[in-house]
């Protein structure tokens, strides 16, 4: 007959390989964010990504020009799969107020991401950000390793994306995966119960 202590690690070991995917799968990918425009100046009041874990990490950086714009530690994150936020065009006059409320597939994030991370031959993880990048209601998110070719051996792997997922970044410095591609609404007045609405 079974000792208790044994039937005890027994039932912990099968619990822990049964959530070993869902464990692994909120793992923490990037703490450093980015927020930027690839067409001028924005106003970014509140862009909020929830990741894997159900937290939610917020992007709305303010004022920002320019790729990959304003960066900020954020604590941690993993693989995102929610997006929603409030950003305007312009800096001295709001010229138009955008918002999104969207999903993001989680999985294919996650694969994203694993293959952009396992991508090199000799780098790791050590700058790894995520960023997000508006270009009036269009809005997309970016990861990178942050491998730059200038100061690292960005040596790929053989056949490490054979998905065709990995590009160049928007200033075409590093090498990103696309995690999120949306189209926001768009309005000439800021949205009721947004962080614009003053009344």
């Not at 799968?25 to 009041?45: E, P, W």
């Not at 990959?68 to 693989?79: L, W």
């Not at 991401?113 to 790894?128: G, K």
Request: with cysteine.
């Amino acid at each position: 007959m079974a000792k208790p202590q044994a039937t005890f690690f027994l039932l912990a070991l099968v619990f822990m390989m049964a959530g070993c995917s869902s464990f692994w799968g909120t793992k923490t990918v990037a703490r450093i964010g980015n927020a930027g425009s690839l067409d001028g100046r924005y106003i970014l009041k509140r862009i909020l990504l929830q990741d894997a874990r159900g937290a939610w990490v917020n992007f709305g950086y303010g004022a920002v020009s320019g790729y990959p714009g304003v960066s900020s530690d954020i604590g941690a994150i993993s693989y995102p799969q929610n997006i929603e936020g409030f950003w305007s065009k312009g800096w001295d006059k709001n010229e138009k107020y955008f918002k999104i409320s969207a999903p993001i597939d989680l999985e294919l994030a996650r694969q994203k991401i694993d293959t952009l991370r396992d991508y090199y031959v000799d780098f790791h993880a050590y700058r790894a950000t995520v960023t997000v990048a508006v270009d009036g209601p269009r809005i997309r998110v970016f990861y990178s390793m942050n491998c730059f070719d200038v100061v690292n051996d960005c040596t790929s792997r053989k056949n490490a994306d054979p998905n065709g997922w990995v590009t160049r970044s928007p200033d075409n410095t590093t090498e990103v995966v696309l995690l999120f591609d949306g189209i926001g609404e768009s309005s000439d007045t800021p949205f009721p119960g947004s962080p614009y609405d003053r009344k």
